[in-house]
């Protein structure tokens, strides 16, 4: 199997990511310790970007998957490419190291490789993760996302992240921290929801040109459990012209999903929790790379526009 960071893409700052990251955003009706033991079946496979946050509220169990994974040999932390996302709660500069240290003590590292402001609203500082007044509506914090931005610069140059990004911003929202007075380190990505029904792309035209990589999660669709999610929206799975073009090239449908975006040049979340379709989204990046994934987006069953969704109303995953 060759190492995953073969097939990595330079970041602005001059580190390298893997194309191909394994999310463990997961359901509430999956087991945490599902959650490890698939992460412990991902780096067996080949993986060695993961993805993580605070708001998953499983950073334990990725951390002892990873630990365990060191200890027997299979991988060293440098092979580990381990993002982690500040929520909300602790975009106070003051709190935003805090708010990383937290993470980094769960996960049982001393560094992450990236760390993200996962939504550009801030909120309440406090232990609730969704903050809410007596009315149930979330309580919203004022501050400045230049400052909280100016707060990831210093734990990049304390050594407590290698690279720093953003998740769920728009254009406007990158161009505040790109033109922000005194600007240390641009964003090195931007984490989004993108796949074949919501390409986003005026968004990746507007990175590329800045230098900042797009990195799609949702590829193979979101949680029709999770509130914000359009209840009978398309599967994207089971999109029959996904599926004519998974059984022209004897692939399957996640498989062409995945391919096609990396085509794009997106850097790629996988998600799954199944060993079998663990090891098949993994072989989008071990295979033939000269095997290209054609579609016409135009063609398929759910709706493909920009303006569908703004980062205000995408889901935070």
């Given at each position: ?20 990251g ?46 365990k ?15 982690s ?14 708010g ?31 903050p809410?007044d007596?009315d ?13 931005w ?64 797009l ?81 016409r ?21």
């Amino acid at each position: 199997m060759r190492a995953m960071r073969h097939f990595s893409v330079k970041l602005n700052d001059g580190h390298s990511m893997p194309i191909l990251g394994f999310g463990t955003s997961a359901p509430n009706k999956v087991a945490k310790s599902k959650v490890e033991e698939a992460l412990e079946r991902a780096i067996d496979v080949g993986y060695r970007h993961i993805d993580s946050a605070y708001l998953y509220l499983n950073e334990e169990e990725i951390g002892r998957a990873i630990r365990k994974k060191i200890a027997n040999g299979t991988v060293k932390r440098d092979d580990i490419f381990c993002t982690s996302k500040l929520w909300g709660t602790f975009f106070r500069p003051e709190l935003v190291q805090t708010g990383l240290e937290v993470s980094l003590k769960k996960l049982q590292l001393s560094y992450v490789d990236l760390f993200l402001i996962h939504f550009p609203v801030a909120l309440k500082p406090g232990e609730e993760i969704l903050p809410k007044d007596t009315d149930g509506k979330p309580i919203f914090d004022a501050v400045d996302l230049c400052t909280t931005w100016e707060a990831l610069e210093k734990c990049k140059e304390a050594g407590l992240a290698k690279s720093i990004g953003v998740s769920n911003f728009n254009c406007k929202q990158l161009e505040m921290i790109l033109n922000k007075p005194g600007l240390k380190y641009k964003p090195v990505c931007n984490q989004v929801e993108c796949h074949l029904y919501f390409n986003q792309s005026k968004l990746l035209d507007f990175c590329k040109s800045k230098d900042i990589v797009l990195t799609a999660y949702g590829v193979l669709g979101s949680d029709p459990e999770k509130e914000w999610v359009t209840k009978n929206y398309p599967v994207i799975l089971e999109d029959p012209v996904l599926n004519v073009i998974a059984e022209k090239h004897q692939r399957t449908a996640a498989q062409v999903a995945l391919r096609y975006q990396l085509q794009r040049g997106l850097v790629v979340l996988a998600k799954s929790f199944t060993e079998k379709r663990i090891r098949e989204n993994f072989q989008v990046v071990t295979e033939d790379s000269s095997d290209t994934v054609e579609i016409r987006e135009t063609d398929m069953s759910g709706t493909n526009s920009d303006e569908e969704k703004s980062s205000d109303a995408a889901e935070a995953e």
